[in-house]
């Protein structure tokens, strides 16, 4: 879901079942594309362009939460964290 508390954040995954595998490409505001692979409850894959829109991707804190650059793809670190 693309910014639906009006504070220019993309919120990923809101209501998607852990269970459920995707991969998808999202078209969102301010010409932003966001693409991901969830695969067994975790974000394998996360690609944000323009990289400057990667900080104002949140995803839903059952499949991580909060977003850390590493290099072109934001990965999983221990924490759960992309």
Do not use: C
């Amino acid at each position: 879901m693309a910014d639906p508390y009006g504070d220019g954040k993309i919120h990923l995954l809101p209501a998607w079942p852990k269970e459920w595998d995707v991969d998808f490409k999202l078209h969102a505001s301010e010409q932003t594309t966001v693409e991901a692979s969830v695969k067994a409850g975790r974000v394998v894959s996360l690609k944000v362009t323009p990289e400057s829109r990667r900080k104002d991707v949140i995803v839903n804190s059952e499949f991580g939460g909060i977003l850390e650059k590493a290099d072109d793809h934001a990965t999983l670190n221990k924490t759960g964290a992309i």
